[in-house]
């Protein structure tokens, strides 16, 4: 009977340890890209009646992840424009199925608000889209790289009737920022640590 306890709280105590080792690890990880493309836009529900420009900035949290072959659910929040005539602010639920390592896919559903010449006050929607491309869980930082493609559907539930169909590239921040960081550290020059390197290189 002593035997039998011991061993109960022996595998107790084991899933306990493993069960908080992996929580440990799952740390929240975020991402921010550009999404750039066309909106099919219409009102009164007519789906596609006009083509139109899209941009917009959309960032979101994971939560529950610890590989890149694990799950993950967090918020999301977007801020986006159609032909630059209206502004759309929204945010919601991103859910991450790993179908692929490095190349998830990534479902949302939320809802917005858009403000537009065409409608009296600020107007409610709905919102789905989904996400194909590369993102892969880091493990040395809570900030995860992104890019790929992502389609919407959008939904509004104002006087307007107002809908669209987003398709566009969605474009990491970090990665459009690199050609900046280089432009900058080539205006700069070397470092004070790397000049003495380079000059003694150079020497005969």
Avoid: C
């Amino acid at each position: 009977m002593a035997t039998a306890r011991f061993r109960a709280l022996s595998i107790t105590a084991l899933l306990g340890i493993t069960l908080a080792h992996g929580t440990a690890r799952a740390e929240p990880q975020a991402s921010v890209g550009v999404t750039l493309g066309v909106a099919g836009a219409g009102l009164e529900r007519r789906l596609w009646d006009a083509t139109l420009f899209h941009a917009g900035v959309r960032g979101d949290v994971l939560f529950g992840r610890a590989a890149n072959d694990e799950l993950g659910v967090g918020p999301y929040a977007e801020v986006l424009t159609h032909a630059f005539d209206e502004l759309q602010i929204g945010a919601g639920v991103s859910a991450l199925a790993p179908l692929l390592d490095l190349f998830p896919l990534v479902v949302s559903t939320g809802l917005y608000g858009r403000w537009s010449e065409d409608a009296d006050a600020v107007e409610p929607g709905v919102a789905a889209a989904v996400f194909w491309g590369i993102r892969s869980y880091n493990f040395h930082s809570s900030y995860s790289t992104s890019a790929g493609l992502l389609a919407q559907a959008r939904i509004g539930l104002g006087a307007s009737k107002e809908t669209s169909v987003v398709l566009a590239a969605q474009l990491d921040v970090a990665l459009l920022g690199l050609p900046f960081v280089y432009a900058i550290n080539a205006i700069k020059g070397p470092s004070p640590e790397a000049a003495p390197v380079r000059r003694a290189a150079s020497a005969p």
